[in-house]
Every structure is written in C-alpha cells, then in structure tokens.
C-alpha cells in the first residue's frame, strides 16, 4: 500500500496484543463499599418511611415526605451509576492487532461526515481544520471521501469548503512531506514546528484563505470573493427565494480523487458539499435528518463499508486514527458483531480547573470505559467510526433500505459525478424521500429524540450490536466546548430532554432496554435517561432545611442520636467516593471541587427547567428544538473564562434558582450560626447549618456575581431583584406551611 509504506513500522500502530489490556474490576473494597453503603441508604430510607406514617402534623408530614422523595432520588441514581463502574477496562494504546488485519484484506474506503448547521455559531475555520485534519489522514488518500453536511444551507459555507479543498492540494504534500501529527492547519502553526520556507510560504497562504473566509462570513456575500467560473456557477443556485428553511438540495462534487490531483500529483480525496433539501412544511428531523442524507447521498456515490462521523466543531488529533479503529473494525473475531468505535470527546479549550466542569469526565470517559467491559459505549454523536451494515438491521437480521442502491452490499461502479448517480443523490437528499419508509425508525440514525446519538447507540445495542471505547493517549479528536454558564445550561438542557424522550418512549431502557441488554446496560441507560430528576434532591436540600432553620425547626437528627453518623456518613461516603473516582482518573482537587458544585448549578437550573419543558411538551404547551451550541468567542467573555471568573451576563430565568438558594442559604447560614453558637437548639440545628454552609461556600461566586462585579459578566440586576423578591416570597410561605 503506497500510502502506508510511508509511515512504516515504527508508526503504524503495531505488534498490539491483549496484553496491554488492563481488566481493572472493582477492587474488593470498592465492592464491600457499595454493599455497605447501599445498606445504609435502605436504612435512611426505612428511617424516613416511618417518620412519613407516623407524622402527626401537616408540617411534618411535608418535610418527611420531601425528605423521602429526595433519598428515594438519590438512591436510585447512586445504585443506577455503579452500572458503569461494575467492569471498567482500560484498552491502551494498540489494542487489536492491526498487522495481522492488514495482511488479511485491503484497506477499505472510508466515508468520513461532517456535520455543520450554522457558520454564526460554529465558525466556518472550523470547519475547514475539521475537513482538512481528515483529508490529510496516514491512509491512502483515494479511499477517503468527506461529505461535508451543512444544514444551514449557508454560501459561506459553501465557500469554506472551496477555499479548504485548494488549500487541500498543498496541504496534504506538505504533511506528507513533513510527516507532522498536526494534520489541522490551526494546530500546526499554533504548535512549535520546524521553520522552513515551506512553512513560511504555506502559512501565508493559509492566513490569507482564512483572511478571506473570514471576510465573506462578516459580510455574508461571496460575490466579491469568487474567482472562477465554476464557482460562480455552483454559487448560482442560491437564487432569491433560497432561505435556510426553505430550498432545494444543493449537492456539489468539490474534489473528485480520480480527476483531482495535487500540487505533487498526487491523488486527493472525493470531497462533496451537502445540503439537503428544506421546505417549512417538512419535519427535518435535526441531526439525525441531516446524517440519514448522508447516509444516502453517500451510498450512491462511494458506499464505503466504514463511516466516520464528527462535528465540525472537532478536528482530528492523531493522523492514524482510521488506523486504531480498523484494529477493531476488520478484527476478524469482533468484525460481524461491531456496530462502532467511539472516541471519547475531549476539549482542550476547558479553562485550567474546569469551571463549568465542561471535560464531563464521567460522561465521556469513566462510564464508557465502564459499558465497555459490558456491551459497549453508548455513541456520542461525533468522533465514531461506524460499520455501516450496523444502520441496516441487527448482527444477523438484515433490514434493506427501500432501494437497494442503498444498501451497504451494493457496489458503486460509475463514477460520482456521472449524471445518474447525481440525479439519484439529489433525489434521497430530498425532503419527502423518507416518507413511508423506515429511515429513523428501524434504518439509518434514530429520529424521536433530542439526542440522537444517545437514542441511536441505545437502539443499535438492544439489536445485539456491541461497540468499543478506544480512548488512545495521543487524543484521536479535539473539540470546543462552550465557554459562558448560559450555553452550558442550555446544551445540557437539550440533552437532558433528549434523556427523557428516550426514558418515556416505548423502547425505554428500563424495560426494553434491560429486557435486550442485560440489567447492567439497561440500568446505565436508564441512569442517563433520567437524569433529570437529580433535580427533586438537589431543589429539596438547597432549600427545605435551609427554611426549616429559618424557622427554628429541626429537621435532622441530633448530634447525640446516633442517625446523626448514619447521616455524616452518608454525606461523606458519597462526596469522598465521587471524589476518589474523580481523581483516580485523573481530575485534580479544584476541577473536582468546581465539578460537584457545577452539579448542583445544574440541579437548581437546567435539570428542573428541562423537566418543566418537558411535561409543558407533553401537555401540548410548548414545542422545542435543537438549539445548536455557540462556539462563538467575545475576547472579553473568554479573558474572564481563563481567570475562571464565573460568567452570567444575560438576563435568564436559569439564573433565578440558583440566586435564590445563595440568599436563602445565606441568611440561614447565619441565622442558623447565632442560634447554634447561643446553645439554643445547638444539637437540633447543628447538621441545618453546616448545609447552608456547605452552600454558602459553594454559591460565593454568584454573591460576588450580585454585588461585587461590574464587568459584562456579572449577574444582571433584573436576575437578582427577582430572585430576591422570590426568595422572600417563598420565605413567607414555608413559614406558614412549617409552622403549621
Ligand atoms: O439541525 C441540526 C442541528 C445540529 N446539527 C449539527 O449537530 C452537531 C452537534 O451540535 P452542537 O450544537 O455542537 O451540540 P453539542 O451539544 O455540542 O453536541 C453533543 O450532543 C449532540 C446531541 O444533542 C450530538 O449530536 C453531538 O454530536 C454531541 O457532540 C453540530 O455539528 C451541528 O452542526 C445539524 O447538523 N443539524
Ligand atoms: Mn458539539
């Protein structure tokens, strides 16, 4: 292989065997842990079961009941979590034994999909280090076609991907000539490289493509900036009545490997440009919509057996990525059951402690190393080479799509621009092809769910299908995550409402799900799916004691009771616990603090209002869409992001939770501390105000978000008026409720 000759032994992932697999099982006191932390938790349980029958008033029976319901939560989502922790395997570096893959069967040819939705959230430059950090792959060039998937059917994203494929014709010689591992262009200048003429003249020339696209994003006209006939030609389609929501499928071959050479002469890979047809009468589906085209545009013009999908807001990390996952993909002994390799998303932009608590450790890296050593990772929607038989039927059932061009045994023998193949391409990107057919419900990506990709993975592995978790030290992708607390909130939003589709549909994993996959899979989906109702433990211990205190009630037991150890060990067994997991795998002390805190941001904020939503959707009262997360940075917003200053900023109603509790939690605190240090009720109040205190620490960057800040960042005067006429409001009301 001509490609591959280059990067021989010492660089192709080589001579792997089982080996460096580390089974790391949960030690024995990890086990006696969960046994006996589990038996404290049924005895709080029982405790507060019998305080709810045996309440004498209105009062007590309130407070009992809340407190069962928390611990109820909180039990369920602690048991439902040591689901990913049962069978956690490590693969290191070159797991499957990729040598002996390859002298068995060929390279085969590689579809990668790139996914864009809107060049004013997601900067186009992004894009193109995303489409050239895959082009430039250590894998023959011939087999790789990129199908970019723009659904906001944007010129300026058209014109990105013009500028990236003639910059395309000197960048792939120039890494091959330099054989750098920093195949995006932004990463490569931005790290410390050799200095050659080479690098001058081709950093220049990449500055001015970027000069330019930037340009034509801030003007958003391309007219001045096109040169050639061609283009201008492609660019003709945008005619007036052409909107975001409503147009034709425009689908261009911008690189066709056969014809295209490079500025060596050498062959590129096919490039295409999709958009799918829009029309405001037509559901589109979000993602998995715009992935379902892919699927079909691609098979009608390279049908390749491998699929890589990945956001245009991640690029590639590590030339020899296709390489890693093909050790699984063609490993003979895995190959008919693997519907995919998932790499974990990792964002190197994260401040240094992780303020908003963005790396999702367990989300992207402990629990999938977790459902490896099970059935498999759950697909994250990006970074994830797929088999693509897995989209049509399970392991050994095959559900043909409605033609069988298709399908993924159909072999493509004319070229990808012959007018055949581009009337049927343009035909499946239509926005009607689908309907009457399976797509979304049994073929191709899952519709239904806000996230599609959790829903998609999820129905994949109730068919049988398995997947693997490839996790290299070398990160195989890099991504952006947003940088301001709003977008993080409302990205999770989103994913939490996306959990609750999949928890109430009818393939719902706790009964579906564990009936197809086992309890251990079933019950870590189910963890996901309701996630959301972190928030009922979360509101009712940010509040409840808190009021109880302001009202002199004790709600706890005394320190001389011995339930008082039952709950400082509960307390402490579950944060030291979270902690340990936190740091063995990796975290620091600080990123660890700010990530419990962050959980309870969520809790108070995006968790419950995605609930709210939720059911209002349910009731008929509100609609919701994929609101596609900002990677746009302000220069000032990011300095504050870096000095790991807490940003609010925007007027939300997301905010007027979370200041709420920091009030009440804060007058508590001290109401609670006069009355303990005066010894009256000391025992009775003690655990009341230690709570607030817990808090009071916690919540110090919104007081200094209220009163001490001045910059853009802070919290708007509106959010914090608000929060404290509801606070008193509330305040008034838990008297009359608790005083009875
Ligand atoms: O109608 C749409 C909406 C979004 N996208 C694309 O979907 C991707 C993910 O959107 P983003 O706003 O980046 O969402 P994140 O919350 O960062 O994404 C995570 O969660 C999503 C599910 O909610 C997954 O699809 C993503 O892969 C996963 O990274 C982006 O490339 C978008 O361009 C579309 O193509 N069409
Ligand atoms: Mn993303």
Redesign the pocket.
């Known amino acids: 292989m001509e490609g591959m000759r280059r990067y021989s032994s010492s660089s192709i992932p080589s001579s792997p065997s089982l080996h460096t697999l580390r089974h790391a099982r949960r030690t024995a006191l990890n086990y006696l842990f969960a046994a006996v932390y589990s038996c404290a938790v049924v005895v709080l349980l029982y405790r507060q079961a019998h305080r709810l029958v045996h309440s004498t008033t209105l009062a007590s029976f309130f407070i009992s009941l809340s407190l069962f319901l928390a611990d109820t939560v909180l039990a369920f989502m602690w048991t439902t979590r040591q689901s990913f922790l049962v069978n956690i395997i490590y693969r290191d570096e070159h797991p499957g034994n990729l040598e002996e893959v390859l002298k068995k069967s060929d390279f085969p040819a590689l579809d990668v999909f790139?996914?864009?939705?809107?060049p004013y959230?997601?900067p186009p430059m992004r894009l193109v280090s995303t489409a050239l950090s895959v082009m430039a792959y250590d894998y023959p060039t011939e087999k790789i076609s990129v199908y970019v998937?723009d659904?906001?059917g944007s010129q300026v994203t058209l014109y990105a991907c013009m500028e990236a494929v003639k910059f395309a014709s000197h960048w792939l010689p120039f890494c091959r000539k330099q054989n750098t591992a920093h195949r995006s262009p932004e990463a490569y200048f931005a790290s410390n490289h050799s200095w050659s003429s080479d690098t001058e003249q081709i950093k220049i020339m990449y500055e001015n493509m970027k000069a330019r696209v930037e340009a034509v994003l801030e003007r958003g006209k391309v007219e001045e900036y096109i040169t050639e006939e061609i283009e201008r030609r492609i660019l003709s389609k945008w005619t007036d009545g052409f909107t975001r929501q409503d147009h034709p499928a425009v689908i261009e071959v911008l690189l066709e490997g056969t014809k295209n050479r490079d500025i060596t002469d050498h062959s590129m890979p096919n490039f295409i440009y999709v958009s799918r047809e829009k029309s405001r009468t037509s559901t589109?589906n979000?993602?998995s919509?715009?992935?379902n085209v892919m699927l079909r545009v691609s098979a009608t013009m390279t049908n390749a057996p491998i699929i890589l999908?990945i956001?245009?807001?991640?690029y590639s990390n590590d030339p020899q990525t296709p390489l890693r996952a093909l050790c699984y993909l063609l490993d003979p002994k895995l190959k008919s059951q693997l519907a995919y390799v998932q790499f974990p998303?990792i964002f190197p932009s994260i401040n240094k402690d992780d303020t908003y608590s963005c790396a999702y450790k367990r989300t992207f890296q402990i629990n999938p190393m977790g459902l490896d050593g099970l059935s498999g990772p759950n697909y994250?929607?990006?970074g994830c080479f797929f088999n693509r038989q897995a989209f049509f039927g399970g392991p050994s059932t095959i559900s043909p799509p409605e033609i069988s061009q298709l399908g993924p045994h159909h072999v493509v023998d004319k070229p990808i621009q012959s007018p055949p193949t581009l009337d049927l391409a343009h035909k499946v990107a239509g926005c009607n092809y689908e309907n009457m057919t399976k797509w979304g419900s049994e073929v191709g990506f899952m519709y239904g769910s806000?996230?599609?990709?959790?829903y998609t993975g999820f129905r994949l592995q109730c068919k049988g299908w398995k997947s693997i978790f490839c996790n290299p030290k070398r990160p195989a992708f890099l991504?952006d995550?947003?940088i301001s607390l709003i977008d993080v909130l409302n990205?999770l939003q989103?994913?939490v409402i996306?959990g609750l589709q999949v928890g109430f549909c009818r393939f719902t994993p706790i009964t579906f799900g564990i009936k197809s996959m086992g309890p251990f899979m079933g019950l870590a989906y189910t963890h996901y799916c309701f996630g959301t109702i972190w928030c009922i433990p979360i509101t009712i211990y940010a509040f409840l004691p808190q009021l109880a205190l302001l009202n002199s009630l004790s709600i706890f037991p005394k320190l001389s009771e011995p339930w008082f150890f039952l709950y400082v060990f509960l307390f402490l067994g579950s944060y030291g616990h979270d902690f340990l997991e936190f740091v063995v795998e990796g975290g620091t002390v600080q990123m660890w603090w700010n990530d419990q805190r962050m959980w309870t941001i969520r809790g108070l904020s995006c968790f419950f209002f995605a609930a709210l939503e939720y059911f209002l959707k349910c009731l008929g009262i509100s609609t919701y869409?994929?609101?596609?997360?900002s990677?746009m940075i302000d220069d000032e917003q990011s300095k504050r992001y870096y000095q790991g200053v807490f940003e609010f900023g925007v007027s939300s109603p997301m905010f007027v939770p979370l200041a709420m509790a920091a009030i009440i939690n804060l007058v508590s605190f001290f109401v609670g501390l006069v009355r303990v240090l005066r010894g009256s009720n000391f025992e009775g109040l003690l655990l009341q105000t230690l709570l607030a205190g817990f808090a009071v620490v916690n919540a110090l960057p919104i007081y200094e978000a209220m009163v001490l800040r001045s910059d853009n960042g802070r919290m708007p005067f509106k959010t914090t008026i608000t929060s404290t006429c509801l606070a008193l409001a509330l305040y008034a009301l838990a008297s009359l409720l608790l005083r009875d």
């Open positions: 790139i996914c864009t939705a809107d959230k997601e998937s659904d906001g589109h979000f993602k919509g715009a992935l999908n956001d245009c807001d991640m998303q994250i929607g990006t806000l996230v599609e990709d959790f991504g995550s947003p990205q989103r994913w996306g869409g994929f609101s596609v997360t990677k």
